[in-house]
């Protein structure tokens, strides 16, 4: 597809049940990043991925948190022992990211709506 | 500890006014420092960015002015359409192409 691709767009899951929330990026891109977006607040950072290196997961909240970037290409942000709090829309978006660049856009999916009740 | 902080959280501006969002960063590795718009439902997209070696950058009704010194930038968007009605993201980008951004702006255009 011509754009980022997250699937699905919405999931309702049972408080303790693992999650798995998928991201397509666009084809090439290098960068992969995951942000969570709280009814009306701002964009969350959790995790960066760029190209080989170790991914940044400085943003994670919790253990229970993880993200896997396989290939290079699609990534899976799996949430474990799903909590009320961690009702969300995620965000996935992906970038070239190429410094020598002059812009660096990233460019987002519509995201996937979380509820855990 | 918030590196990039974004004032005001919302704001009403009547049609064909000015709508000002101000932001603010303390990291001076940042060198790249794009806004985001987004309309409910959906991601936020690029409107408009800005490198640190200039001091504004017009697009159409939309422009960044840009202080250095201050660590500041805000978004200028003239003569304010109700289509402009969003969440306005600022954001920064350092050498290692992470993306902050600040907590957002609803901006609500009167019509």
């Known amino acids: ?117 | 500890q918030q590196q990039v902080k974004q004032s005001p959280q919302s704001l009403i501006v009547q049609k064909g006014g000015i709508s000002i969002i101000n932001c603010a960063y303390e990291n001076t590795a940042f060198d790249y420092f794009p806004w985001y718009q987004q309309f409910p439902g959906k991601g936020p997209a690029l409107l408009i960015a800005i490198r640190p070696d200039v001091s504004e950058k017009k697009e159409g009704r939309f422009t960044i002015s840009f202080n250095k010194s201050a660590k500041q930038f805000s978004l200028h968007i003239m003569d304010s359409q109700p289509g402009d009605s969003a969440t306005y993201f600022c954001a920064a980008v350092g050498g290692d192409d992470k993306i902050i951004f600040g907590k957002g702006t609803r901006l609500h255009i009167l019509p």
Not at chain 1, 84 to 110: H, I, K, P, W
């Open chain 1, 1 to 117: 597809g011509a754009g980022v691709s997250q699937s699905p767009s919405n999931k309702v899951t049972e408080k303790g049940k693992d999650v798995e929330l998928r991201c397509d990026p666009i084809s090439g891109h290098t960068a992969l990043y995951w942000y969570r977006q709280s009814l009306g607040q701002g964009l969350e950072f959790l995790i960066y991925f760029q190209g080989n290196s170790a991914p940044d997961k400085s943003g994670l909240p919790s253990d229970r948190f993880s993200a896997e970037r396989t290939g290079g290409s699609v990534s899976t942000l799996t949430i474990q022992r799903t909590q009320q709090e961690d009702s969300a829309v995620y965000l996935c978006a992906s970038s070239l990211a190429n410094r020598g660049l002059m812009n660096t856009e990233a460019f987002f999916g519509q995201g996937t709506r979380l509820t855990v009740v």
